[in-house]
């Protein structure tokens, strides 16, 4: 279950960093995946023809390791701040049906809101997936946007985190 814990743009800080426990990717994931996203390439679903391949075996989609690993970072709920989008999205190795994957995640940067620097901020974590070999499956720079302690956010300004103008949710 997750906590509820709140923390504003000065509450982070350069260089911290969370790690997850470990996921196991199962053949579960990849076919309900390929389901909700019609994206049955034979990479991810067809075992015969994966054994004709280099990489014999088969992989998970990129868009599920991405869908995975994000929601293995969310432990925890703060309403002070919401997601503005992913930068950067590498996927570096294969992640096969039984891989099992770690996140760690690590705050690369901050900076004031361009629109609103004196109420919100920006706050830049890097996202790096291994596998259970230890190697680099997969990275990605995850966006916030992070209310500033003290400043009055108005919900309905078209900056604000998750107004309908924004384009941030939350």
Known sequence: MSEVVESYFEDYEVGSTRRTTGRTITEADIVIHA?????????????????????????????????????????TINPRAMSYGYDRIRFVKPVFVDDTIVVEAEVVAKQDHPKSPDRLGRVDERVTVRNQHGEVVMSLVHLYVVEKRGAAVDPQASDAPGSSGSGLTR
């Open 35 to 75: 389901g909700q996203t019609g994206d049955f390439f034979p990479h991810h679903v067809d075992k015969e023809w994966c054994a004709t391949q280099p990489f014999k075996r088969r992989m998970a989609h990129g868009t599920l390791v991405v869908s995975i690993a994000v929601g293995m970072t969310a432990g």
